[in-house]
């Protein structure tokens, strides 16, 4: 079973389908037994990191889940995905999960074109740097779906993807230990999106 | 970068899929679930519902359809028609939609779009104005292009990006359901106003026209309706000529 984690942030219809339609088991949860009792676990997210990042310490799972994702794959998908970086300076200096090394910075800081639109939002192409098993089913170069205006930047040795926007690579895909984040979408990729879902199932 | 997006457009009325000319004379021409379906594998980038029904009934029905198109189709989905208050938002943001557009509603309650903004997201607000030339003057209308509103639309659209909309559609009523190419003037003043995504409508009728659009670099994505229903232009064909023409394409 794959365990999405609740902590009251975001739209998960579309994360809960795309896994059943891969004919995966999949519960929504914050039920500390679940948790542990899952195969894997996916920590979803939309809207700003401090919010997120408060709602998930209310939740009392942090521990939990810092334990669960040294023993099981882990995915953070969008704003989960920038959770697990050490800190974020979303509206002020977050701390994050630190699982993953990294900060979350603003887009638009970095980009040198300020004429390219933010937030980064639509398909863009994934480039693959280092290639591994969550890529078992995806071709480099395919698309997915991005919606965001902050991103994972000095996470160089643990990025997997990324995506060119204007000068900025855009960090999409990173790893550490049996942790994976995605900034973009998997659950809104289309056929490609599925198949990376179906490939961390079977890690 | 980031590739330009063809979307159509689904009008739903009682849960089937219309598409009228000029906004009259609807004509039945599908199942909406089924022609997601098509969608999805041809090649669309997103699909776009509009409930064009009045009725409480219509409206349980489309958020069924909505539910059932979300459950199989991962693409992103966006849904108007009818979106007055928060609750609208609500109701189908959590039947799967990820963007939802206001029209009218904005326009009786220029707030529905800062408070959407604040909950979900400007990602999640679209605003979609259907315009029309009036005495020189871009100008903004209601209730499914039928009342004119004595509204500059261009100023409306900065007023909405202001207020928290993340993205513009832009239905120009003059050149809708002829055929004859996008409204590239229309869509040149809009995209010179304002710095979010701009989605077209109104006016495809070959490949060609879309190869025009794009070449607007303001321009995010091309919508049309009876065109892809119809198979008088296939997507997988028209991304295909586009990306032979220069235009970056998700193939």
Avoid at chain 2, 49 to 74: K, M, N, P
Avoid at chain 2, 226 to 243: A, G
Wanted: aromatic residues 8%.
């Amino acid at each position: 079973m794959i365990a999405i984690v609740d902590y009251g942030v975001g739209n998960l219809f579309s994360l809960c389908s795309s896994l059943k339609a891969l004919g995966l088991e999949a519960e929504v949860t914050n039920s500390p037994e679940k948790l542990r009792a899952a195969d894997r676990i996916i920590l979803p997210g939309v809207g700003a990191f401090g919010d997120a990042k408060a709602k998930l310490e209310e939740t009392g799972l942090v521990p939990l889940l810092r334990e669960e994702a040294e023993k099981k794959p882990f995915l953070g998908i969008c704003l989960g995905m920038q959770l697990l970086f050490e800190r974020s300076c979303e509206y002020g200096e977050h701390a994050g999960l630190g699982f993953v090394p990294g900060e979350v910075v603003d887009l638009r800081e970095d980009l040198e074109d300020k004429q390219l639109k933010v937030p980064h939002m639509g398909w863009n192409s994934l480039q693959i740097k280092t290639d591994d098993p969550i890529f078992k089913y995806f071709k480099d170069g395919e698309y997915v779906y991005y919606v965001h205006s902050f991103y994972g930047r000095k996470c160089e040795g643990s990025t997997l993807a990324t995506s060119q926007y204007g000068n900025v690579a855009v960090t999409g895909v990173v790893k550490s230990g049996r942790v994976y984040g995605t900034q973009f979408h998997p659950e809104k990729s289309g056929d490609a999106g599925l198949r990376l879902l179906k490939a961390f199932a079977e890690l | 970068m980031l590739a330009k997006r063809i979307i159509p457009c689904l009008d739903v009325k009682n849960g089937r899929v219309v598409k009228g000319t000029n906004f009259e004379g609807l004509r039945d021409m599908a199942d909406p679930v089924e022609m997601a379906r098509f969608y999805n594998t041809s090649g669309a980038d997103e699909l776009v519902f509009y409930d064009i029904t009045a009725s409480a009934e219509g409206r349980t029905l489309f958020t069924d359809i909505l539910r059932r198109v979300a459950s199989e189709i991962f693409i992103p989905l966006t849904v108007g028609g009818g979106i007055k208050t928060l609750d609208d938002f609500d109701c189908v943001l959590k039947c799967g939609a990820d963007k939802v557009s206001v029209n009218s509603g904005a326009i009786a309650d220029p707030s529905i779009i800062s408070a959407a903004a604040r909950k979900y997201g400007d990602q999640c607000v679209v605003l979609s104005m259907d315009v029309k030339r009036v005495d020189g003057q871009f100008r903004l209308f209601a209730k499914g292009g039928r009342e004119d509103t004595g509204i500059d639309a261009m100023d409306w659209a900065v007023r909405g990006v202001k207020n928290g909309a993340g993205e513009i559609v832009l239905n120009s009523i003059d050149t809708d359901g002829v055929k004859r190419g996008f409204d590239m003037e229309m869509l040149q003043e809009l995209t010179s106003r304002v710095q979010v995504p701009v989605i077209a409508s109104g006016g495809a009728g070959k490949m060609e026209d879309f190869a025009e659009l794009f070449k607007n670099p303001g321009i995010d994505a091309g919508l049309a309706a009876s065109i892809f229903h119809t198979q008088q232009v296939n997507i997988r064909e028209l991304k295909q000529y586009l990306r032979s023409q220069g235009v970056e394409m998700r193939l």
